[in-house]
């Protein structure tokens, strides 16, 4: 079974940047797709960036250029640099992983991020 653990999450003023991290772990299969994923209170789950395991990433708009997607294949990791944080960004940060081959939807406990002054 595989399982997501998050962690980078925390209080920081407008400007700051932050790194979140999430490590899979269990048998995961390849082909993955690993992404992050926000909801802000009151608000829908939106996709922020995801990435495959062949490097491909895709970004929400209004976090393009300040935040990058990355990950590590031999340690099933990935990365969320946030730069140039905005009180918008405010939110739960979730870490997900997929496969549409085996129709593997994981997601992680989910990472607070405030951004305030």
């Known amino acids: 079974q595989v399982q997501l653990v998050e962690s980078g999450g925390g209080l920081v003023q407008p400007g700051s940047s932050l790194r979140l991290s999430c490590a899979a772990s269990g048998n995961i299969p390849s082909n993955t797709i690993m992404g992050w994923y926000r909801q802000a209170p009151g608000k829908r789950r939106e996709l922020v960036a995801d990435?495959?395991?062949?490097?491909?990433?895709n970004y929400e708009d209004s976090v393009k250029g300040r935040f990058t997607i990355s990950r590590d294949n031999a340690k099933n990791t990935v990365f969320l640099t946030m730069n140039t944080l905005k009180p918008e960004d405010t939110a739960v940060y979730y870490c997900?992983?997929?496969?549409?081959?085996?129709?593997?939807?994981?997601w992680g406990k989910g990472t607070l991020v405030t951004v305030s002054s």
């Open positions: 990435i495959t395991d062949g490097g491909m990433s």
């Open positions: 997900n992983v997929r496969n549409f081959d085996t129709g593997m939807n994981i």
